[in-house]
């Protein structure tokens, strides 16, 4: 389902763009790649947790800076699907509409868990 003109989950392929590792790997070689990942594995679960808290009792602030930040750091490591999830989640709560958000909440955390295991395997993959 589409949120507010933003493309449904699966209209998008890809869990990971790979061309973001590849983008970070440039920047800062493997390094940077392998922090970047091991950060987002390390604080999404707590972003996302507090998305679904907050739908849980509709908290649209507490859902907004949870998805927020959320939808940044998918972005940097290219996590496309969780990216686009997070933001359907953060228009939903910028708007009021809570109504949406435990539908939302509950797209943001497939594709949380989705983005998590293909970047546990990535980040395997990163040799130093």
């Given at each position: 389902m589409a949120f507010n003109g933003?493309?449904?989950?699966?209209?998008?392929?890809?869990v990971l763009d790979p061309t973001a590792i590849t983008r970070l790997i440039r920047i800062g070689g493997v390094k940077l790649a392998r922090q970047m990942v091991g950060l987002f594995l390390e604080h999404g679960p707590d972003r996302v947790a507090a998305a679904e808290a907050g739908a849980v009792v509709g908290d649209c602030r507490m859902v907004e800076a949870a998805t927020h930040s959320l939808k940044s750091s998918a972005g940097n490591v290219g996590a496309a699907r969780l990216q686009q999830a997070s933001a359907a989640l953060e228009l939903a709560a910028q708007e009021g509409r809570t109504a949406d958000l435990a539908g939302a909440s509950a797209a943001l955390r497939t594709e949380y868990d989705a983005a998590e295991a293909s970047l546990?395997?990535?980040?395997s993959e990163l040799v130093p």
């Open positions: 933003l493309a449904s989950l699966s209209e998008m392929e890809l546990t395997t990535r980040l």
